[in-house]
């Protein structure tokens, strides 16, 4: 199994990144997705998720508006289009897969599957 994620980097705030995960070894249509981050010296936090079918979409409430999930089941992928940023959404922004859309946790233990995270620096 793997989740890789990418497209993290360095933007101002007020600027836009968006990010991909790319998953293979497991069946990816069956599982509802999620991003996760977490913050220097910080636990990591649930960020959004979507349905299995792409069907419904859930959001914290930190990110609300300015974040995007969506998913492509025939390339198995998942993004997270962010805009509006703010230097307090400066992580490690991390996929999984699994896990509850109505009760998510913050922790890989809540999750079936956890990816590689890629770096998002929001500083002027």
């Known amino acids: 199994v793997q989740l890789q994620a990418c497209g993290g980097g360095l933007v101002q705030p007020g600027g836009s990144l968006r990010l991909s995960c790319s998953a293979s070894?497991?069946?990816?249509?069956?599982?509802?997705m999620h991003w996760l981050r977490q913050a220097p010296g910080k636990g990591p936090e649930w960020v959004s998720a979507i349905k299995s079918d792409g069907g419904l979409t859930y959001y914290a409430e930190s990110v609300k508006g300015r974040f995007t999930i969506s998913r492509d089941n025939a390339k198995n992928t998942v993004d997270l289009q962010m805009n509006s940023l703010k230097p307090e959404d400066t992580a490690v922004y991390y996929c999984?897969?699994?896990?509850?859309?109505?009760?998510?946790?913050?922790?890989?233990?809540?999750?079936?599957?956890w990816g590689q995270g890629t770096l998002v620096t929001v500083s002027s």
């Open positions: 070894g497991f069946a990816f249509g069956s599982y509802d």
């Open positions: 999984a897969a699994g896990g509850s859309t109505f009760y998510p946790g913050n922790t890989r233990s809540d999750y079936d599957y």
